[in-house]
């Protein structure tokens, strides 16, 4: 499986980016879909995740910014963010628990990573 992520670049202080990341490859089903982000020199923070059932959890920072959205017969997940910051710099992941085959454990994806740099 293969998470191809789309939308980075560079936004000024209160705009707007929309990030994709499209899942390829044998899939059965995906458990949680997520967005993390990371600093340099720092781990990676959780964004924002959402389950199959359409539950939805966000860290403190995106809550009323970033909505996160699934596509279950795509297998894909965006983020949109608003309202951006400087502090919203940083490299942003996605993250997926993938089923190959019915029955069979999870693998856990992370995609390439995408550069948000928000700045004036």
């Known amino acids: 499986v293969q998470l191809m992520e789309s939308g980075g670049g560079l936004a000024q202080p209160g705009g707007s980016l929309r990030l994709s990341c499209a899942a390829s490859?044998?899939?059965?089903?995906?458990?949680?879909m997520a967005w993390y982000r990371q600093f340099p020199g720092k781990l990676r923070e959780l964004v924002a995740v959402?389950?199959?059932?359409?539950?939805?959890n966000y860290a403190d920072f995106a809550k009323g910014r970033f909505i996160i959205s699934r596509d279950n017969a795509k297998n894909t997940i965006d983020l949109q963010m608003i309202g951006l910051r400087p502090e919203d710099t940083a490299v942003y992941y996605c993250?997926?628990?993938?089923?190959?085959?019915?029955?069979?454990?999870?693998?856990?994806?992370w995609g390439q990573g995408t550069q948000v740099t928000v700045s004036s």
């Open positions: 993250y997926m628990g993938v089923v190959h085959r019915r029955g069979e454990n999870e693998y856990l994806y």
């Open positions: 490859g044998t899939i059965f089903a995906i458990n949680q």
């Open positions: 959402e389950l199959p059932d359409g539950a939805t």
